[in-house]
């Protein structure tokens, strides 16, 4: 989210700006593990850069969404009282949230919280009312910021870790990921979990990134009318606390707990964090059906020790390498003004900013025949029959979506890409019944191998191999070289898979012009790509 | 020549009658658990000559589907399961296929064939039709 | 849109749908068109490649392709019109149906009874609640059973599956025919919950271990699967601490349970058995909504597609006789599950039908027993009971009581409307119910013979 952000926003003006990820799509870090809440602002404290960040980011996000075709409703939110001892935080809060320049807080008594909000816990005393705290789709909202920079001639590098940043003399002059030397004029660490490996690269550390797991429930649509705003308990020192929310997908999210987690992969949910996550839960909405659920997941929020706050601003030892870097909450919703933000700092550091007249600030939202009307989607299904074969049942998501999605500006490869741009394995049965027909079409569309198609890049794969394979291999038989691997559409493992995983997420970035360093005279940002190593074989190991 | 008493649950019915069954010379001495005569039956044949019907598929070319379900005509010895299986692997049938066809003939040397356990047309054409 | 009438319109092309739709136009329907979202007809039946279906039906031990081309030759013959590639978006309580499909584009189907057969989707990890990492390689067994009888692909080549049910058992044995290592199959429970034979020939054929009373209390791998952890469980079905230990595998297979797919039942506001997860059905088969029928898996779950086809055969004659205005007279009666048994279907029995054709009740026992008494009790008369050997949860009961065996003055049953029938009464009093129920047969008399282990 943040570093999409910041590529879109830098393309307004006439920089040449690259942005690395390192893994197989955008959006796939803390972005698409978090309670899609846009915050109202009363939580930070005043004077933070969580609390500035998040009141801007909060006014930008109508606009934001709706330039870049990105659901959010701004639906209000609660922060509720479960018993009287607790109305005066809600007190405190409102005062902290003036402060912060919050708009419209007011707390409200129990029967117009029960009025609004009627499967609250009876217990309820009061609640804060936050009339601009909203409900988003963080996925999309990347994706969309992605897509939008790359419209706008952002260079966007997937599956790409940056494993090395050159110095001299004390700047950052160049990003090497694996077969790819990027040389730029300015470097902005917005890595995640990752952020303090990528400044380390600048031999500097300043901040220390500690992973905080959060467990989540997610519940059937069917159940998603139970609360209509985000509900929250009193928060404690450390965390907001278990939130119930609809999505705007008309779902139902619970969670987080919190846990320091000392490995920046366990994104493992446990019995104890997910029977928390319930408990918590059902404090809030005491008819919370768990035999609902669809799914439960964890993600990773980027904590920075011991600063606790974002840390934004360029190296103090190396001017041109700005962070954005410990954003966890509010940095979902900070995101619009990370981005600004961040834009601002480099134009200190010298970057030029001119103006784009060419720059377009909306793309387009995606059709999606479950939101269209019935002469709507008859008109669709005359002009491309693909929109009347129905894949995903769940979620009633067309072959045209997801052909579509697989053809878009930003590359999605992955079943997960696709579930987050279509919604195909979104839904109840979690892809038992589309997940084999979108492999297929993957396989089709992108002419992959069926079992180099990935969950999520990488070594994920889904299929092993063709059936038979093992006994094929036993058999000692002339007839071995045509009769296996379902000749006609596998072309073996030989088909330059992409390299390279692990590592860090890095944005790297251009330079305006006048400011050559070392680069010739008509580059300004010059990437030289070396030979990628081919990975023998079936992508199956982890880096 | 030897005697052997085994344990083994009978699956001729739903029942599935625990049975202890002695066997010597290839003929049933004494069988205890049955609650009927097919037991007692299912006892010879499964310590004398287990059998099993073997399903799996094969390989289809310029079919509706990439591959045809098949089944042994009847069931086969159990210690061949393993070489039918092998021998299948490499089959690979043209389109189209009528339910029954034979897939493999005396597979394995066991004097049953292999045959198509649906009728397959080609590309294009489901059966239905 | 287009707007098609017709007679009846089935809903869902598996061994139900085909044999509904087959027997309302054996019945005389007129215009039957019978609807699949997949490209050809069978469901489920065309990726169970293993035999043993039809073997009370048609005496034989059939592959699922076989009995479904049975019994789609029976629907071509009997005049049956079909809507392939063709997905239901929606059903109104005025039996009018939203589909579309490539061909056509969106369709509305007005039909005079519709019958849903849309079968049953399969518990998936977010519905049972398996801790740890979400790597790819865990898989529902039948979304793992289509790759490799339909696609021609391995999901993986070490194997372990949660769930002692038929598809794991079956799948078990098919992903080790195809070359892959089975390392385990966990039942939760302290039973199996598929059938005997399956455990036998897919199981200790293969020499893979079944341990009962386990489940997987964490998946490793961030990727792709690495291993599991499994403990054993309680009498509470709780993970007992201490008892953990690791299998490496590549691939985790869930058999954990299937679900009665009712989306378009559910829009159409139909009552639903919290205990099948099914819609609540006549002896006809028809739904609390008038002119909406349900069969097979969509009802509650079978085990023998023998009983899918006994029951759709039913449902295909309920559609044919409203069609034709001879629906039997609004009289009926309630039935409850009793002791020992966890459900019954159908829950409403038409009077005029116990008194003129035999009632087919379909039921499973809570828990397995032996030597035992089926009994259907009217007013606290047992009014016919069955003996059986052996009773398990995992296979269905049939209960068929005769023509006449439920007579309305004897049980004192008086008016009293479908819809106007409330749920279950425990004590029996106003409402007019039919109690299934199971006892044991043994007091005391000598033993019929043969050890039970």
């Given at each position: 989210m943040v570093g999409t952000g910041i590529a879109r926003e830098l393309s307004r003006y006439d920089v040449r700006v690259v942005l690395v990820e390192?893994?197989?799509?955008?959006?796939?870090?803390?972005t698409k593990a978090n309670t899609a809440l846009v915050h109202a602002g009363y939580d930070a404290e005043p004077g933070t850069w969580k609390a500035r960040l998040n009141v801007r980011g909060n006014a930008l996000y109508p606009k934001v969404c709706a330039e870049l075709g990105v659901s959010y409703k701004n639906t209000g939110s609660l922060v509720v009282?479960?018993?009287?001892?607790?109305t005066v935080h809600l007190h405190e809060l409102r005062a902290r949230g003036e402060t912060n320049?919050?708009?419209?807080l007011e707390v409200i008594p129990r029967e117009r919280v029960l009025a609004i909000?009627?499967?609250?816990?009876?217990?309820?005393a009061a609640a804060l009312w936050a009339p601009t705290g909203g409900i988003t789709s963080p996925w999309e909202l990347a994706i969309a910021y992605a897509e939008n920079a790359v419209a706008n001639g952002v260079e966007l590098l997937l599956s790409s870790p940056v494993i090395g940043i050159d110095m001299r003399g004390g700047r950052a002059v160049s990003v090497r990921c694996p077969g790819v030397v990027i040389y730029t004029q300015f470097v902005v660490n917005?890595?995640?979990?990752?952020a303090d490996d990528i400044e380390r690269m600048i031999n500097r550390d300043d901040f220390e990134i500690t992973p905080r797991r959060g467990e989540y429930y997610l519940f059937d649509r069917r159940v998603?009318?139970?609360?209509?705003r985000p509900l929250f308990p009193v928060p404690s020192q450390a965390t907001k606390g278990i939130v119930v929310a609809p999505t705007v997908d008309g779902n139902l999210i619970a969670g987080p707990n919190a846990l320091l987690v000392g490995?920046?992969?366990?994104?493992a949910t446990t019995a104890a964090g997910l029977a928390e996550v319930i408990d918590g839960a059902r404090k809030l909405?005491?008819?919370?059906?768990?035999?609902?659920?669809?799914t439960n997941f964890a993600g990773l929020r980027a904590v920075a020790v011991p600063v606790g706050d974002f840390v934004i601003g360029a190296s103090p030892g190396v001017p041109n390498f700005v962070n954005a870097a410990g954003?966890?909450?509010p940095g979902l919703t900070a995101a619009p003004a990370i981005a600004e933000a961040v834009r601002d700092i480099l134009a200190d550091a010298g970057l030029v900013l001119v103006e784009k007249p060419?720059?377009?600030?909306v793309r387009e939202r995606p059709t999606r025949f479950s939101e269209l009307g019935r002469d709507e989607q008859s008109a669709l299904i005359e002009k491309n029959?693909?929109?009347?074969?129905?894949?995903?049942r769940c979620e009633t998501v067309t072959e045209a979506e997801i052909v579509e999605a697989l053809h878009r500006p930003v590359p999605c490869t992955t079943l997960d890409g696709v579930k987050f741009r279509?919604?195909?394995?979104?839904?109840?049965?979690q892809g038992g019944f589309c997940g084999p027909r979108v492999v297929d079409i993957i396989h089709r569309e992108l002419d992959t191998p069926m079992e180099h198609v990935?969950?999520?890049?990488?070594?994920?794969?889904?299929?092993?191999?063709?059936?038979k394979g093992p006994l094929l291999e036993q058999a000692a038989c002339r007839c071995l070289a045509d009769a296996g691997?379902?000749?006609?559409r596998d072309d073996g493992p030989d088909d330059g898979q992409v390299c390279g995983r692990a590592g860090a997420e890095d944005v790297g970035e251009g330079v305006g012009r006048?400011?050559?360093?070392?680069?010739?005279?008509?580059?300004v940002c010059r990437i030289e790509t070396r030979e990628r190593e081919e990975v023998g074989g079936h992508a199956h190991g982890r880096v | 020549m030897s005697r052997e008493t085994s344990e083994l649950t009978c699956i001729?019915?739903?029942?599935g009658c625990r049975l202890r069954a002695t066997i010597e010379d290839r003929q049933l001495v004494e069988v205890q658990?049955?609650?009927?005569?097919r037991g007692a039956a299912y006892a010879l044949d499964e310590l004398c000559a287990p059998k099993r019907t073997v399903t799996s598929t094969v390989r289809v070319k310029?079919?509706?589907?990439?591959l045809v379900p098949v089944r042994t005509r009847e069931p086969i010895p159990k210690d061949k399961i393993a070489q039918v299986l092998l021998d299948i692997a490499n089959i690979k049938m043209d389109a189209p296929i009528h339910i029954?066809?034979?897939?493999?003939?005396d597979v394995a040397g066991t004097g049953i064939d292999v045959i198509a356990s649906r009728s397959m047309s080609r590309v294009n054409a489901p059966r239905a039709e | 849109m287009r707007t098609v009438e017709c007679d009846i319109a089935v809903v869902g092309a598996g061994p139900a749908g085909l044999a509904a739709a087959a027997r309302a136009k054996q019945c005389g329907a007129g215009r039957v068109i019978l609807m699949d979202?997949?490209?050809?007809?069978?469901g489920i039946l065309n990726q169970c490649i293993h035999n043993g279906f039809g073997?009370?039906?048609?005496?034989e031990e059939l592959t699922g392709p076989e009995y479904a081309e049975h019994f789609i030759s029976e629907a071509r013959d009997a005049g049956v019109e079909t809507m392939l590639d063709t997905m239901v978006l929606e059903v109104t309580q005025s039996r009018q149906i939203v589909a579309v499909n490539r061909h056509e584009g969106l369709m509305r189907i007005d039909a005079k009874a519709i019958v849903l057969a849309m079968g049953a989707r399969e518990r998936n990890r977010g519905g049972v609640i398996i801790p740890g990492m979400r790597p790819a390689?865990?898989?529902t067994a039948g979304a793992a059973q289509r790759y490799v009888n339909?696609?021609?692909?391995?999901?993986?080549k070490r194997i372990v599956v949660l769930g002692s049910g038929d598809i794991g058992l079956i799948m078990a044995r098919r992903l080790t025919w195809e070359g892959?290592?089975?390392?385990a199959v966990l039942e939760?429970?302290?039973?199996?919950?598929?059938l005997t034979r399956n455990i036998v020939q897919c199981l200790n054929d293969q020499g893979i271990p079944l341990y009962l009373s386990h489940t997987v209390v964490d998946i490793h791998g961030e990727?792709?699967?690495e291993g599991v952890t499994v403990a054993r469980v309680d009498g509470n079905l709780r993970p007992i601490p201490g008892t953990e230990w690791d299998i490496e595998c590549d691939t985790l297979l869930l058999s954990v349970g299937l679900i009665p797919e009712n989306e378009l039942t559910r829009d159409v506001g139909g009552e639903l058995d919290p205990v099948t997860g099914g819609p609540v059905v006549?002896?006809?088969?028809?739904?609390?909504?008038?002119g909406i029928f349900a069969c097979g898996n969509v009802v509650h779950i079978h085990d023998l597609v023998d009983n899918v086809t006994r029951e759709a055969w039913t449902a295909g004659e309920g559609a044919a006789r409203l069609v034709a205005g001879q629906q039997p007279g609004d009289d009926t009666v309630r039935t409850r599950a009793g002791d020992g048994i966890r459900y019954v279907v159908p829950h409403v029995l038409h009077l005029d039908n116990l008194a003129s054709r035999d009632v087919r009740l379909f039921m499973r026992a809570t828990r397995p027993a032996e030597r035992v008494q089926v009994e259907a009790v009217v007013g606290g008369e047992v009014v016919f009971s069955k003996s059986e050997r052996v009773v398990r949860p995992a296979e269905m009961v049939m209960l068929t009581i005769p023509?006449?065996?439920?007579?309305p003055v004897e049980a004192g049953l008086n008016r009293a409307g479908l819809n106007k029938v409330?749920?279950?009464?425990?004590?029996?009093?106003?409402q007019p119910e039919l109690v299934v129920r199971i006892t044991s047969?043994?007091?005391?008399?000598?033993?019929?013979g043969g050890e039970k282990a």
């Open positions: 390192k893994r197989a799509d955008v959006a796939f870090g803390t009282a479960l018993a009287e001892e607790q320049g919050v708009p419209g909000e009627p499967g609250v816990s009876p217990s309820v917005a890595a995640g979990i990752w998603g009318h139970l609360v209509s490995d920046k992969g366990d994104l909405v005491p008819g919370l059906p768990v035999r609902e659920s669809i954003i966890q909450s060419t720059f377009n600030p029959p693909l929109w009347g074969h129905i894949i995903c279509t919604r195909a394995g979104a839904g109840r049965c990935t969950k999520k890049g990488g070594g994920s794969y889904i299929l092993s191999g063709p059936s691997c379902n000749a006609a006048g400011d050559h360093g070392n680069l010739g005279e008509q580059d | 001729v019915c739903p029942v658990g049955n609650s009927c005569k310029g079919g509706f589907l990439p029954h066809q034979v897939v493999a003939a | 979202r997949d490209r050809e007809l069978g073997l009370q039906l048609l005496s390689g865990v898989f339909m696609e021609g692909y391995m999901p993986g892959a290592k089975v390392e939760i429970l302290p039973f199996p919950s598929g990727e792709r699967v006549t002896d006809e088969m028809e739904t609390s909504t008038p023509q006449g065996k439920v007579s409330s749920p279950d009464c425990a004590d029996g009093g106003s047969r043994d007091r005391g008399t000598g033993a019929e």
